[in-house]
């Protein structure tokens, strides 16, 4: 009797599982975005919210709560109740702030359940033009001539471009001096006056200053070049094999989020990427569509976390 009872509640639950996910979602979800309107977030965020709202007939109320590396953004969803109904656009920043905060409201492995990777948006390795420099291996060539003596830009510590750089010195085995910057704007206004050598830069803003003739592209951050600049090497082909490094972007939901939900929401968000006009949009932006499944997501956390914090420690960047 006791087996048969088992036997039932378990069927019960799939069931119960199976019509979560039939009827899944009977209302509007909501994505937060961690970072204010307008950056790599927020677009991806709103590219596919556009498309996903004609696949699960329902609306995706995109919430923008900046602040605090991403940490305000990703601290309420961490906290929202885990029903589907609120989802996160995280990116790299919080997997670097595990190592980078003495002291985070949340864990981004305890605390979420990763859904897929959305994108991928490479990082370019600029110089100023009056460097003798142009390629990458002459780049190191120079830095390990002249050890401290080439500056490099960054939004701030343990921005992006800090934590890519430092990743880059450390693969090179030279020696660079660090100026940190209150945001990427101005860092990059120092390197094209020639304050500043060397610096990476989003691909968009890479891209259009290196037309401009301001400033000299010697290669991409990532392992394979970017559909924005085909013409571009990258960094580990121009003379540092092995060196990966990229600003990416995925959806994740509250820890304890039933599993039906995530297949059904990873099944949807692949469609979208899937979709030519999506994959235009999103390379428009100098991003590149990266899906995944959720375990292959998980395991690319793993690896990213111990990837930055190794760079961090060695760097000693710290919170701004």
């Known amino acids: 009797m006791k087996f048969v009872l088992a036997l039932y509640f378990a069927m019960a639950v799939v069931l119960s599982g199976d019509?979560?996910?039939?009827?899944?979602?009977v209302k509007p979800v909501k994505v937060i975005v961690p970072y204010a309107a307008g950056g790599n977030g927020d677009i991806v965020a709103r590219i596919i919210a556009q498309k996903l709202i004609t696949q699960i007939g329902q609306q995706l109320v995109i919430d923008n709560r900046g602040g605090a590396g991403g940490n305000i953004g990703a601290e309420l969803a961490a906290r929202a109740a885990p029903d589907g109904y609120?989802?996160?656009?995280?990116?790299?920043?919080?997997?670097?702030?595990?190592?980078?905060?003495?002291?985070?409201?949340?864990?981004?492995?305890?605390?979420?359940?990763?859904?897929?990777?959305?994108?991928?948006?490479?990082?370019?390795?600029?110089?100023?033009?009056?460097?003798?420099?142009?390629?990458?291996?002459?780049?190191?060539?120079?830095?390990?001539?002249?050890?401290?003596?080439?500056?490099f830009a960054s939004g701030g510590s343990g921005s992006s471009a800090h934590?890519?750089?430092?990743?880059?010195?450390?693969?090179?085995?030279?020696?660079?001096?660090?100026?940190?910057?209150?945001?990427?704007?101005?860092?990059?206004?120092?390197?094209?006056?020639?304050?500043?050598?060397?610096?990476?830069?989003?691909?968009?803003?890479?891209?259009?200053?290196?037309?401009?003739?301001?400033?000299?592209?010697?290669?991409?951050?990532?392992?394979?070049?970017?559909?924005?600049?085909?013409g571009l090497p990258t960094i580990a082909e121009s003379g540092l094999p092995g060196f990966d490094a990229s600003i990416w972007q995925g959806v994740?939901?509250?820890?304890?989020?039933?599993?039906?939900?995530?297949?059904?929401?990873?099944?949807?968000?692949l469609a979208v990427l899937g979709a030519s006009e999506v994959k235009e949009q999103l390379r428009v932006q100098g991003l590149d569509a990266l899906p995944s499944t959720p375990d292959a997501f998980a395991d690319f956390i793993r690896v990213e976390i111990a990837k930055w914090a190794k760079v961090i420690k060695v760097s000693g960047a710290k919170a701004d």
């Open 163 to 230: 934590v890519i750089s430092e990743l880059f010195a450390s693969m090179a085995g030279v020696q660079l001096t660090h100026v940190a910057y209150k945001g990427a704007a101005q860092a990059t206004t120092d390197l094209i006056a020639g304050q500043i050598q060397m610096s990476f830069n989003s691909t968009a803003t890479a891209l259009a200053h290196m037309q401009a003739g301001r400033v000299r592209g010697l290669g991409i951050s990532t392992a394979m070049r970017s559909s924005a600049a085909p």
């Open 252 to 269: 994740f939901t509250p820890a304890r989020t039933p599993l039906d939900i995530i297949t059904r929401l990873n099944r949807e968000i």
């Open 19 to 25: 019509a979560i996910a039939q009827t899944y979602p």
């Open 86 to 151: 609120t989802v996160m656009l995280g990116t790299n920043t919080h997997v670097i702030n595990m190592s980078l905060f003495s002291k985070l409201p949340y864990d981004i492995q305890r605390d979420f359940a990763p859904v897929t990777l959305t994108t991928s948006a490479p990082m370019v390795l600029i110089v100023h033009p009056s460097l003798p420099a142009k390629t990458v291996k002459e780049f190191i060539a120079l830095a390990r001539a002249h050890p401290k003596k080439l500056n």
